[in-house]
Protein backbone atom coordinates (compact mmCIF):
# COMPACT_ATOMS: atom_id res chain seq x y z
CA UNK A 1 0.00 0.00 0.00
CA UNK A 2 2.42 2.12 0.81
CA UNK A 3 4.51 1.33 -1.97
CA UNK A 4 2.11 1.88 -4.48
CA UNK A 5 1.35 5.57 -2.44
CA UNK A 6 4.65 6.19 -3.11
CA UNK A 7 4.79 5.34 -6.72
CA UNK A 8 1.49 7.61 -7.65
CA UNK A 9 3.38 10.43 -5.90
CA UNK A 10 6.23 10.24 -8.03
CA UNK A 11 3.55 10.19 -11.37
CA UNK A 12 1.88 12.92 -9.85
CA UNK A 13 4.57 15.03 -8.41
CA UNK A 14 5.30 16.85 -11.70
CA UNK A 15 2.22 17.86 -12.49
CA UNK A 16 2.07 18.75 -8.98
CA UNK A 17 4.52 21.23 -9.49
CA UNK A 18 3.35 22.82 -13.03
CA UNK A 19 0.21 23.47 -10.73
CA UNK A 20 1.95 25.63 -7.96
CA UNK A 21 3.83 27.42 -10.69
CA UNK A 22 0.47 28.41 -12.21
CA UNK A 23 -0.18 32.23 -12.52
CA UNK A 24 -3.76 33.58 -11.41
CA UNK A 25 -3.90 35.10 -15.07
CA UNK A 26 -4.24 32.49 -18.02
CA UNK A 27 -0.91 32.71 -20.21
CA UNK A 28 0.07 31.07 -23.66
CA UNK A 29 3.61 29.90 -22.48
CA UNK A 30 4.00 27.66 -25.22
CA UNK A 31 3.75 30.37 -28.17
CA UNK A 32 6.71 30.41 -30.28
CA UNK A 33 8.28 33.70 -29.56
CA UNK A 34 8.15 35.04 -33.20
CA UNK A 35 4.35 35.18 -32.80
CA UNK A 36 5.20 37.71 -29.62
CA UNK A 37 7.06 40.03 -32.53
CA UNK A 38 4.27 39.40 -35.20
CA UNK A 39 1.98 40.66 -32.25
CA UNK A 40 4.14 43.61 -31.46
CA UNK A 41 4.68 44.60 -34.88
CA UNK A 42 0.92 44.95 -35.50
CA UNK A 43 0.35 46.58 -32.57
CA UNK A 44 2.92 49.32 -33.20
CA UNK A 45 1.67 49.42 -36.83
CA UNK A 46 -1.95 50.10 -35.34
CA UNK A 47 -0.69 53.00 -32.75
CA UNK A 48 1.47 54.61 -35.85
CA UNK A 49 -1.48 54.28 -38.06
CA UNK A 50 -3.93 55.61 -35.55
CA UNK A 51 -1.91 58.51 -34.73
CA UNK A 52 -1.01 59.09 -38.59
CA UNK A 53 -5.07 59.02 -38.69
CA UNK A 54 -5.23 61.66 -36.18
CA UNK A 55 -3.08 64.21 -37.24
CA UNK A 56 -4.53 63.70 -41.14
CA UNK A 57 -7.97 64.02 -39.47
CA UNK A 58 -6.84 67.38 -37.95
CA UNK A 59 -4.42 68.69 -40.64
CA UNK A 60 -6.60 68.11 -44.00
CA UNK A 61 -10.01 67.39 -42.24
CA UNK A 62 -12.33 64.10 -41.21
CA UNK A 63 -12.66 62.84 -45.21
CA UNK A 64 -9.49 62.32 -45.57
CA UNK A 65 -8.56 60.55 -42.75
CA UNK A 66 -11.15 58.08 -42.92
CA UNK A 67 -10.09 58.35 -46.49
CA UNK A 68 -6.71 57.08 -45.22
CA UNK A 69 -8.06 54.20 -42.94
CA UNK A 70 -10.18 53.03 -45.90
CA UNK A 71 -7.26 53.23 -48.06
CA UNK A 72 -5.01 50.80 -45.48
CA UNK A 73 -8.03 48.49 -45.32
CA UNK A 74 -8.14 48.31 -49.43
CA UNK A 75 -4.25 48.11 -49.40
CA UNK A 76 -4.48 44.84 -47.00
CA UNK A 77 -7.12 43.55 -49.06
CA UNK A 78 -5.77 44.01 -52.52
CA UNK A 79 -2.61 42.40 -51.30
CA UNK A 80 -4.15 39.58 -50.32
CA UNK A 81 -6.37 37.76 -53.65
CA UNK A 82 -6.30 39.55 -56.73
CA UNK A 83 -10.22 38.70 -56.86
CA UNK A 84 -10.42 41.33 -53.61
CA UNK A 85 -8.50 44.40 -55.58
CA UNK A 86 -10.87 44.14 -58.33
CA UNK A 87 -13.56 44.47 -56.16
CA UNK A 88 -11.95 47.66 -54.35
CA UNK A 89 -11.35 48.68 -58.21
CA UNK A 90 -14.89 48.44 -58.89
CA UNK A 91 -15.73 50.13 -56.14
CA UNK A 92 -13.61 53.46 -56.66
CA UNK A 93 -14.91 53.57 -60.12
CA UNK A 94 -18.49 53.82 -58.76
CA UNK A 95 -18.61 55.56 -55.98
CA UNK A 96 -14.99 58.09 -55.74
CA UNK A 97 -13.63 57.54 -59.24
CA UNK A 98 -11.35 60.71 -59.10
CA UNK A 99 -10.34 60.86 -55.69
CA UNK A 100 -6.47 61.51 -55.42
CA UNK A 101 -3.54 60.13 -52.82
CA UNK A 102 -3.21 64.07 -51.05
CA UNK A 103 0.46 62.58 -50.26
CA UNK A 104 2.47 63.26 -53.17
CA UNK A 105 5.28 61.19 -54.24
CA UNK A 106 6.56 62.29 -57.67
CA UNK A 107 3.16 62.56 -59.12
CA UNK A 108 -0.02 62.57 -57.44
CA UNK A 109 -1.70 58.98 -57.65
CA UNK A 110 -5.52 58.35 -58.22
CA UNK A 111 -6.93 56.15 -55.79
CA UNK A 112 -7.79 54.33 -58.61
CA UNK A 113 -4.32 53.84 -59.98
CA UNK A 114 -2.58 52.87 -57.09
CA UNK A 115 -4.85 49.78 -56.62
CA UNK A 116 -4.56 49.04 -60.25
CA UNK A 117 -0.65 49.20 -59.24
CA UNK A 118 -1.01 47.09 -56.84
CA UNK A 119 -3.67 44.43 -58.49
CA UNK A 120 -1.34 44.53 -61.02
CA UNK A 121 2.07 43.80 -59.10
CA UNK A 122 0.34 41.17 -56.97
CA UNK A 123 -1.25 39.23 -60.44
CA UNK A 124 2.42 39.38 -61.69
CA UNK A 125 3.71 38.26 -58.99
CA UNK A 126 1.68 35.07 -58.93
CA UNK A 127 2.02 34.19 -62.37
CA UNK A 128 5.77 34.60 -61.84
CA UNK A 129 5.97 32.59 -58.96
CA UNK A 130 3.16 29.80 -59.54
CA UNK A 131 3.34 27.59 -62.52
CA UNK A 132 -0.37 27.22 -63.00
CA UNK A 133 -1.40 31.00 -63.42
CA UNK A 134 -1.66 31.23 -66.76
CA UNK A 135 -1.60 34.26 -69.55
CA UNK A 136 -4.46 34.07 -72.41
CA UNK A 137 -3.50 33.25 -75.65
CA UNK A 138 -6.43 33.62 -78.27
CA UNK A 139 -7.37 35.54 -80.55
CA UNK A 140 -9.23 38.40 -78.50
CA UNK A 141 -6.15 38.41 -76.67
CA UNK A 142 -4.29 39.30 -79.54
CA UNK A 143 -6.12 42.08 -81.34
CA UNK A 144 -6.13 44.01 -77.75
CA UNK A 145 -2.73 44.15 -77.50
CA UNK A 146 -3.34 45.33 -81.52
CA UNK A 147 -5.51 48.55 -80.22
CA UNK A 148 -2.83 48.71 -77.27
CA UNK A 149 0.40 49.08 -79.78
CA UNK A 150 -1.35 51.24 -82.21
CA UNK A 151 -2.57 53.62 -79.54
CA UNK A 152 1.04 53.56 -78.20
CA UNK A 153 1.93 54.43 -81.79
CA UNK A 154 -0.24 56.79 -82.21
CA UNK A 155 1.04 58.62 -78.43
CA UNK A 156 4.46 58.92 -79.58
CA UNK A 157 3.58 60.22 -83.04
CA UNK A 158 1.69 62.98 -81.40
CA UNK A 159 4.55 63.95 -78.61
CA UNK A 160 5.29 67.97 -79.31
CA UNK A 161 1.83 68.41 -79.95
CA UNK A 162 0.75 70.21 -76.41
CA UNK A 163 1.89 67.13 -74.45
CA UNK A 164 2.13 67.94 -70.63
CA UNK A 165 3.56 66.03 -67.71
CA UNK A 166 -0.54 65.18 -67.34
CA UNK A 167 -1.04 63.81 -70.89
CA UNK A 168 1.76 61.32 -70.31
CA UNK A 169 0.49 60.33 -66.58
CA UNK A 170 -2.74 60.10 -68.50
CA UNK A 171 -2.01 57.58 -70.77
CA UNK A 172 -0.67 55.39 -68.58
CA UNK A 173 -3.73 55.77 -66.55
CA UNK A 174 -5.41 54.93 -69.67
CA UNK A 175 -3.01 51.74 -70.53
CA UNK A 176 -3.57 50.50 -67.09
CA UNK A 177 -7.46 50.44 -67.58
CA UNK A 178 -7.78 48.35 -70.65
CA UNK A 179 -4.90 46.41 -69.09
CA UNK A 180 -7.68 45.67 -66.48
CA UNK A 181 -9.13 43.04 -68.90
CA UNK A 182 -6.25 40.75 -68.87
CA UNK A 183 -6.24 40.57 -64.81
CA UNK A 184 -9.55 39.87 -65.10
CA UNK A 185 -9.81 37.17 -67.82
CA UNK A 186 -7.53 35.28 -65.60
CA UNK A 187 -8.57 35.73 -62.18
CA UNK A 188 -12.38 35.44 -62.20
CA UNK A 189 -12.61 31.67 -62.76
CA UNK A 190 -15.75 30.90 -61.52
CA UNK A 191 -19.72 32.08 -61.30
CA UNK A 192 -19.25 32.57 -58.26
CA UNK A 193 -16.14 34.92 -58.81
CA UNK A 194 -18.61 36.55 -61.27
CA UNK A 195 -21.26 37.12 -58.62
CA UNK A 196 -19.04 38.29 -56.17
CA UNK A 197 -17.59 41.19 -58.56
CA UNK A 198 -21.21 42.12 -59.84
CA UNK A 199 -22.37 42.20 -56.32
CA UNK A 200 -20.00 44.92 -55.79
CA UNK A 201 -20.60 46.60 -58.66
CA UNK A 202 -24.55 46.83 -58.14
CA UNK A 203 -24.10 47.93 -54.11
CA UNK A 204 -21.47 50.13 -55.43
CA UNK A 205 -23.57 51.72 -58.19
CA UNK A 206 -26.56 52.25 -56.12
CA UNK A 207 -24.62 53.58 -53.23
CA UNK A 208 -23.12 56.49 -56.23
CA UNK A 209 -27.02 56.80 -57.17
CA UNK A 210 -28.50 57.15 -53.38
CA UNK A 211 -25.97 59.42 -53.41
CA UNK A 212 -27.19 61.66 -56.33
CA UNK A 213 -30.57 61.58 -55.33
CA UNK A 214 -29.88 62.79 -51.69
CA UNK A 215 -28.35 65.66 -53.51
CA UNK A 216 -31.67 66.47 -55.82
CA UNK A 217 -33.63 66.09 -53.05
CA UNK A 218 -31.89 68.60 -50.89
CA UNK A 219 -30.88 70.99 -53.56
CA UNK A 220 -27.55 72.60 -55.69
CA UNK A 221 -26.74 74.54 -52.09
CA UNK A 222 -26.39 71.31 -50.13
CA UNK A 223 -24.89 69.29 -52.99
CA UNK A 224 -22.15 71.83 -53.38
CA UNK A 225 -21.44 71.90 -49.93
CA UNK A 226 -20.93 68.36 -49.52
CA UNK A 227 -19.08 67.69 -52.87
CA UNK A 228 -17.22 70.29 -51.79
CA UNK A 229 -15.70 68.68 -48.88
CA UNK A 230 -14.21 65.80 -51.73
CA UNK A 231 -11.59 69.19 -52.80
CA UNK A 232 -8.62 67.76 -51.01
CA UNK A 233 -9.07 64.54 -52.41
CA UNK A 234 -8.55 66.27 -55.46
CA UNK A 235 -11.89 66.77 -56.79
CA UNK A 236 -12.68 70.52 -58.04
CA UNK A 237 -13.55 73.73 -57.25
CA UNK A 238 -15.20 75.14 -59.67
CA UNK A 239 -18.39 74.33 -61.52
CA UNK A 240 -19.63 71.34 -59.18
CA UNK A 241 -23.16 71.06 -59.25
CA UNK A 242 -24.14 71.35 -63.66
CA UNK A 243 -27.47 72.01 -64.45
CA UNK A 244 -29.01 71.75 -68.26
CA UNK A 245 -27.00 73.82 -70.93
CA UNK A 246 -24.95 75.69 -67.91
CA UNK A 247 -28.46 77.50 -66.96
CA UNK A 248 -29.15 77.99 -63.09
CA UNK A 249 -32.57 78.52 -64.27
CA UNK A 250 -33.22 74.99 -65.25
CA UNK A 251 -33.05 71.66 -63.67
CA UNK A 252 -29.77 70.47 -61.90
CA UNK A 253 -28.06 67.53 -63.08
CA UNK A 254 -27.47 64.38 -60.94
CA UNK A 255 -23.78 63.91 -60.94
CA UNK A 256 -23.33 62.28 -57.68
CA UNK A 257 -19.74 61.58 -56.75
CA UNK A 258 -18.58 61.44 -60.84
CA UNK A 259 -17.72 65.21 -61.46
CA UNK A 260 -19.69 64.60 -64.96
CA UNK A 261 -23.15 64.03 -65.71
CA UNK A 262 -22.68 62.17 -68.48
CA UNK A 263 -19.60 59.63 -67.02
CA UNK A 264 -22.60 59.84 -64.03
CA UNK A 265 -25.48 58.73 -66.56
CA UNK A 266 -22.90 55.90 -68.38
CA UNK A 267 -22.10 54.40 -65.37
CA UNK A 268 -25.47 53.92 -63.88
CA UNK A 269 -26.73 52.65 -67.14
CA UNK A 270 -24.06 49.70 -67.09
CA UNK A 271 -25.10 49.01 -63.24
CA UNK A 272 -29.39 49.51 -64.22
CA UNK A 273 -28.81 47.29 -67.24
CA UNK A 274 -26.92 44.66 -65.01
CA UNK A 275 -29.72 44.67 -62.37
CA UNK A 276 -32.45 44.95 -64.50
CA UNK A 277 -31.47 41.87 -66.92
CA UNK A 278 -30.65 39.92 -64.32
CA UNK A 279 -34.14 40.64 -62.62
CA UNK A 280 -35.92 39.37 -65.22
CA UNK A 281 -33.60 36.30 -65.89
CA UNK A 282 -35.23 32.43 -64.92
CA UNK A 283 -32.22 31.97 -63.17
CA UNK A 284 -29.56 34.99 -62.18
CA UNK A 285 -26.53 34.90 -60.66
CA UNK A 286 -27.32 37.74 -58.64
CA UNK A 287 -29.69 37.77 -56.02
CA UNK A 288 -32.90 39.76 -56.76
CA UNK A 289 -33.03 41.20 -53.96
CA UNK A 290 -29.70 43.15 -55.06
CA UNK A 291 -31.32 43.36 -57.72
CA UNK A 292 -34.63 45.17 -56.40
CA UNK A 293 -32.35 47.49 -54.74
CA UNK A 294 -30.10 48.60 -57.61
CA UNK A 295 -32.43 48.65 -60.48
CA UNK A 296 -35.06 51.57 -59.15
CA UNK A 297 -32.31 53.28 -57.51
CA UNK A 298 -29.89 53.25 -60.68
CA UNK A 299 -32.94 53.60 -62.92
CA UNK A 300 -34.32 57.20 -61.38
CA UNK A 301 -30.77 58.54 -60.91
CA UNK A 302 -29.81 57.77 -64.38
CA UNK A 303 -33.03 59.85 -65.89
CA UNK A 304 -31.98 62.89 -63.73
CA UNK A 305 -28.10 63.07 -65.16
CA UNK A 306 -30.19 64.07 -68.61
CA UNK A 307 -27.70 62.50 -70.03
CA UNK A 308 -29.49 61.04 -73.30
CA UNK A 309 -26.80 59.01 -74.53
CA UNK A 310 -27.02 56.98 -70.98
CA UNK A 311 -30.75 56.44 -71.46
CA UNK A 312 -30.03 55.45 -75.63
CA UNK A 313 -27.78 52.91 -74.42
CA UNK A 314 -29.71 51.89 -71.58
CA UNK A 315 -32.41 51.05 -73.85
CA UNK A 316 -30.21 49.22 -76.21
CA UNK A 317 -28.79 46.55 -73.54
CA UNK A 318 -32.77 46.13 -72.49
CA UNK A 319 -33.31 45.52 -76.64
CA UNK A 320 -30.75 43.23 -77.13
CA UNK A 321 -32.18 40.75 -73.83
CA UNK A 322 -35.68 41.28 -75.72
CA UNK A 323 -34.14 40.32 -79.10
CA UNK A 324 -32.17 37.07 -78.10
CA UNK A 325 -34.02 36.15 -75.52
CA UNK A 326 -37.35 37.94 -73.32
CA UNK A 327 -39.12 39.10 -76.27
CA UNK A 328 -42.22 40.08 -74.03
CA UNK A 329 -39.72 43.09 -72.97
CA UNK A 330 -41.17 44.55 -76.30
CA UNK A 331 -44.40 44.94 -76.44
CA UNK A 332 -44.05 45.46 -72.14
CA UNK A 333 -42.00 48.74 -73.25
CA UNK A 334 -43.63 50.27 -76.15
CA UNK A 335 -46.59 49.62 -73.69
CA UNK A 336 -45.05 51.95 -70.90
CA UNK A 337 -43.71 54.11 -73.18
CA UNK A 338 -47.13 55.03 -74.34
CA UNK A 339 -48.27 54.67 -71.30
CA UNK A 340 -45.84 57.96 -70.02
CA UNK A 341 -46.62 59.61 -73.24
CA UNK A 342 -50.24 59.52 -72.44
CA UNK A 343 -50.79 60.57 -69.14
CA UNK A 344 -47.92 62.81 -69.31
CA UNK A 345 -45.76 61.55 -66.86
CA UNK A 346 -41.83 62.96 -67.31
CA UNK A 347 -42.82 64.90 -69.96
CA UNK A 348 -39.57 66.64 -69.36
CA UNK A 349 -37.35 63.85 -69.88
CA UNK A 350 -39.60 62.65 -73.09
CA UNK A 351 -38.72 66.84 -74.48
CA UNK A 352 -35.52 66.33 -74.03
CA UNK A 353 -34.98 63.50 -75.91
CA UNK A 354 -37.13 64.70 -78.67
CA UNK A 355 -34.71 68.17 -79.15
CA UNK A 356 -31.77 66.19 -79.42
CA UNK A 357 -33.43 64.27 -81.70
CA UNK A 358 -34.79 66.81 -84.05
CA UNK A 359 -31.52 69.11 -83.41
CA UNK A 360 -32.99 71.64 -81.86
CA UNK A 361 -31.37 72.21 -78.30
CA UNK A 362 -27.64 74.01 -78.07
CA UNK A 363 -26.17 71.04 -76.98
CA UNK A 364 -26.94 68.39 -80.03
CA UNK A 365 -25.46 71.88 -82.15
CA UNK A 366 -22.36 71.57 -80.21
CA UNK A 367 -22.12 67.81 -80.77
CA UNK A 368 -22.67 68.69 -84.43
CA UNK A 369 -19.75 70.91 -84.64
CA UNK A 370 -17.38 68.64 -82.92
CA UNK A 371 -18.09 66.15 -85.47
CA UNK A 372 -17.47 67.78 -88.40
CA UNK A 373 -13.99 69.12 -87.04
CA UNK A 374 -13.29 65.49 -85.83
CA UNK A 375 -14.43 64.44 -89.56
CA UNK A 376 -11.72 66.88 -90.64
CA UNK A 377 -8.93 66.11 -88.39
CA UNK A 378 -9.68 62.30 -89.72
CA UNK A 379 -9.59 63.33 -93.07
CA UNK A 380 -6.72 65.23 -93.03
CA UNK A 381 -4.83 62.27 -90.85
CA UNK A 382 -6.55 59.38 -91.69
CA UNK A 383 -3.79 56.85 -90.57
CA UNK A 384 -2.18 56.94 -87.29
CA UNK A 385 -4.48 60.12 -86.25
CA UNK A 386 -3.22 63.29 -84.25
CA UNK A 387 -2.30 61.49 -80.83
CA UNK A 388 -3.49 62.83 -77.38
CA UNK A 389 -2.43 65.97 -77.31
CA UNK A 390 -3.60 69.05 -79.58
CA UNK A 391 -4.78 69.68 -82.98
CA UNK A 392 -1.96 70.76 -85.83
CA UNK A 393 -3.41 73.69 -86.52
CA UNK A 394 -5.66 76.59 -85.07
CA UNK A 395 -7.89 75.80 -87.49
CA UNK A 396 -9.13 72.77 -85.93
CA UNK A 397 -9.73 71.43 -82.10
CA UNK A 398 -9.27 67.57 -80.60
CA UNK A 399 -12.52 66.75 -78.54
CA UNK A 400 -15.91 65.18 -79.71
CA UNK A 401 -18.78 63.64 -78.14
CA UNK A 402 -18.14 60.31 -79.79
CA UNK A 403 -15.67 57.59 -78.97
CA UNK A 404 -15.59 56.00 -82.07
CA UNK A 405 -14.27 59.89 -83.86
CA UNK A 406 -12.20 60.05 -80.45
CA UNK A 407 -10.70 57.19 -81.74
CA UNK A 408 -10.51 58.34 -85.62
CA UNK A 409 -8.83 61.62 -84.26
CA UNK A 410 -6.67 60.25 -81.78
CA UNK A 411 -4.93 57.17 -83.69
CA UNK A 412 -6.69 57.16 -87.40
CA UNK A 413 -8.68 54.45 -89.13
CA UNK A 414 -5.68 51.87 -87.92
CA UNK A 415 -6.74 52.68 -84.08
CA UNK A 416 -10.39 52.77 -85.04
CA UNK A 417 -10.68 49.26 -86.93
CA UNK A 418 -8.01 47.65 -84.22
CA UNK A 419 -10.87 48.94 -81.62
CA UNK A 420 -13.20 47.36 -83.85
CA UNK A 421 -11.65 43.43 -84.29
CA UNK A 422 -11.32 43.86 -80.41
CA UNK A 423 -14.77 44.83 -79.52
CA UNK A 424 -16.22 42.78 -82.10
CA UNK A 425 -13.92 39.62 -81.08
CA UNK A 426 -15.23 39.50 -77.40
CA UNK A 427 -18.58 40.13 -78.18
CA UNK A 428 -18.59 37.24 -81.16
CA UNK A 429 -17.09 35.20 -78.77
CA UNK A 430 -19.40 35.40 -76.10
CA UNK A 431 -22.36 35.51 -78.18
CA UNK A 432 -20.84 32.04 -79.64
CA UNK A 433 -20.14 30.85 -76.05
CA UNK A 434 -24.40 32.14 -75.22
CA UNK A 435 -25.42 30.02 -78.25
CA UNK A 436 -24.15 26.89 -77.34
CA UNK A 437 -25.15 26.71 -73.75
CA UNK A 438 -28.15 25.47 -72.17
CA UNK A 439 -30.22 27.81 -70.63
CA UNK A 440 -28.77 27.97 -67.07
CA UNK A 441 -26.93 30.95 -64.48
CA UNK A 442 -24.15 30.94 -66.61
CA UNK A 443 -26.22 31.54 -70.06
CA UNK A 444 -28.47 34.04 -68.64
CA UNK A 445 -25.02 35.85 -67.04
CA UNK A 446 -23.55 35.93 -70.46
CA UNK A 447 -26.99 37.15 -71.54
CA UNK A 448 -26.45 40.33 -69.29
CA UNK A 449 -22.82 40.96 -70.21
CA UNK A 450 -23.90 41.40 -74.00
CA UNK A 451 -26.22 43.42 -73.34
CA UNK A 452 -23.95 45.77 -71.18
CA UNK A 453 -21.58 45.87 -73.88
CA UNK A 454 -24.27 46.57 -76.41
CA UNK A 455 -25.26 49.28 -73.95
CA UNK A 456 -21.82 50.82 -73.55
CA UNK A 457 -20.91 50.61 -77.52
CA UNK A 458 -24.16 52.32 -77.75
CA UNK A 459 -23.78 55.33 -75.25
CA UNK A 460 -20.01 55.53 -77.12
CA UNK A 461 -22.16 56.87 -80.55
CA UNK A 462 -23.13 60.57 -78.40
CA UNK A 463 -20.43 60.50 -75.76
CA UNK A 464 -16.48 59.74 -75.57
CA UNK A 465 -15.43 59.05 -71.67
CA UNK A 466 -15.31 55.34 -72.29
CA UNK A 467 -11.91 55.73 -74.93
CA UNK A 468 -10.99 59.02 -73.27
CA UNK A 469 -7.29 59.21 -71.32
CA UNK A 470 -8.88 61.67 -68.59
CA UNK A 471 -11.90 59.40 -67.69
CA UNK A 472 -9.59 56.02 -66.96
CA UNK A 473 -12.39 55.02 -64.74
CA UNK A 474 -14.69 54.49 -67.55
CA UNK A 475 -12.34 52.90 -69.87
CA UNK A 476 -11.86 50.22 -67.15
CA UNK A 477 -15.58 49.97 -66.59
CA UNK A 478 -15.87 48.86 -70.01
CA UNK A 479 -12.65 46.43 -70.20
CA UNK A 480 -14.00 44.83 -67.08
CA UNK A 481 -16.61 44.03 -68.58
CA UNK A 482 -15.14 42.78 -71.34
CA UNK A 483 -12.60 40.71 -69.33
CA UNK A 484 -15.79 38.98 -67.56
CA UNK A 485 -17.56 38.14 -71.15
CA UNK A 486 -13.68 36.43 -71.95
CA UNK A 487 -13.88 35.03 -68.63
CA UNK A 488 -16.93 33.02 -69.38
CA UNK A 489 -15.82 32.09 -73.84
CA UNK A 490 -12.58 31.84 -73.13
CA UNK A 491 -12.09 30.39 -69.88
CA UNK A 492 -7.92 29.91 -68.89
CA UNK A 493 -8.54 27.05 -66.51
CA UNK A 494 -11.50 25.35 -68.62
CA UNK A 495 -12.70 23.27 -65.49
CA UNK A 496 -15.80 25.17 -64.61
CA UNK A 497 -18.33 22.34 -64.74
CA UNK A 498 -18.92 22.17 -60.96
CA UNK A 499 -19.75 25.29 -60.87
CA UNK A 500 -23.39 25.64 -59.53
CA UNK A 501 -25.36 28.14 -59.87
CA UNK A 502 -25.58 30.06 -56.42
CA UNK A 503 -28.50 30.19 -54.67
CA UNK A 504 -30.27 32.95 -53.64
Known amino acids: MVARRTENERHLAPSMERNAILPAWPVARDVPAQWWLVVAGFTALALIGSIAMAWTAVEYGVIVGFGLLAAIVAAIAVLSDVRAGLW?????????????????????????????????????????????????????????????????FSFLLGVGRGYTMQTYHDYAKFLMAIGLVFVVWTSIRTLADQRRFLNVLLLGGSVSAAIGLLFQLMGPGFAERMLAQLIPLGYPDAR????????????????STSVDPNSAGGMLAIVFVIGAVQ????????????????????????????????????????AIAAV???RWLIPAGVAGLAGLI???????????????????????????????????????????????????????????????????????????????LAVGAIG??????????????????????????AAALTIGVFDHYFFNIQFPHMAALLWVMAGLILALSHPIYPDRSSDAAPEE
Not at 240 to 255: K, N, S, W, Y
Not at 291 to 318: D, K
Not at 432 to 440: D, G, I, T
Not at 441 to 450: I, K, Q, R, V, Y
Request: proline share 5%; aromatic share 10%.
Open 88 to 152: VAIAIVTILPFAVIPIRVGVTLTALEAVSLLVFGVWIARILLYRDHLLPSSLPAALIMLLVTVTL
Open 279 to 318: LISRQPVIARWICLLAVPLTGIALLLTYSRGAWLGAAAGL
Open 428 to 453: VSGLKWWRRQPENAGSDLMLTLLAVI
Open 342 to 420: VFGIGVAFVERLWLGFTLQDPATVLRLSEYRNAIAIIQEYPLFGVGFGDAPSIELQTGVSSIYLTIGQQTGFLGLGAFF
Open 240 to 255: IVRFIEDDPGQAMRLV
Open 324 to 326: LRY
